[in-house]
């Protein structure tokens, strides 16, 4: 169990460590920590899981650590085969996308291999370019676009890699790709659906005239829905299309009035850029009442948690109490926010 307590004189050991050591923020995480070590040891937990969680620990911290320079600035990560070669169309839809958004002021984020990640990095150019690459016994050495900065980061297993392409980012670009690339996208709509992770624009991106993703929207379409395995609209939360410039446009305009939410106990909060009319907000609460478990959608002030952490307490709020088996469905009322008249394009 998470809080299994460890002897009083132990724990006061380990609170004079962490004095000497001058850590202060956050000291009761980073105790529940150093529980969590030791009672692993106590578990007799064999070698090979140690060095499991201890590699993934470390490999957590120095990501974190590439990424903290850069927390205020979006991110979008883009995802795709490693075997694009450079005159695949492909590649050049990844430089693109990457250029435009880089333009606008986006970070991009990629595994920091050869391929569609080369493209995309090319394409953003190296200052704005973040990788976490993956270490390979057959796999060609991170691209030089940003193996040779303060840019990238080693991983060596897939899922705390997994964890920090998709932790940072506030978009993602998915191109045609294999195993890897496929596994990735399907993560990214899992934790969407089961509302593990915030709701984020989602786009697959083809080439021109491309079926790849197509030919996936059509057997989501032909199978997964007909058999109830997803439910129906699971995949309108996904933008396919072959348009550069529309693959942009989902990215910003996802970000154009939303701007980020938090759970307060059972209530939702949705912070907005712009506050909604009285009419707006009878018209939202009249459209999304099948989605609450109770009350309605109303204006509300910070929450005292909000203003305890100072998050983001000057912007406007909206309150739900969403029902949770309809979390999935939460990127659709965020739609309609961003298409509010009241929504400034600033």
Known sequence: MIDEPLPEALSAEINAVLDDAGVNADRRLVMRM????????????????????????????????????????????????????????LYVQARDVAAALAEDGWMVVTGAGPGIMQAAADGAGPELSLGVSIRLPFEEKPNGLIAGQDHVVAMKYFFTRKLMLMKESQGFICLPGGFGTLDEMFELLTLQQTGKAEPMPIVLLDETDGTFWRGLQRFIDEHLSPAGVISEGDFDRVLVTDSVEAACAEITRFWRNYHSLRWVGDTLILRLRTAPTDAELAALDEQF???????????????????ADDDVVELPRLALHLDQRHVGDLFRIIAAINDLPSASDD
């Open 34 to 89: 150093l529980r969590t070590a030791i009672l692993l040891g106590e578990d007799g937990t064999s070698r090979l899981d140690l060095k499991i969680a201890s590699a993934a620990l470390s490999e957590m911290r120095d990501a974190f650590r590439l990424f903290a320079p850069y927390h205020g600035v979006p991110k979008v990560t883009v995802f795709g085969s490693a075997r694009t070669r450079t005159d695949d169309p």
């Open 289 to 307: 009442s099948v989605l609450l478990s109770a009350g309605s959608i109303e204006r509300t002030d910070p929450r005292a948690v909000e203003v």
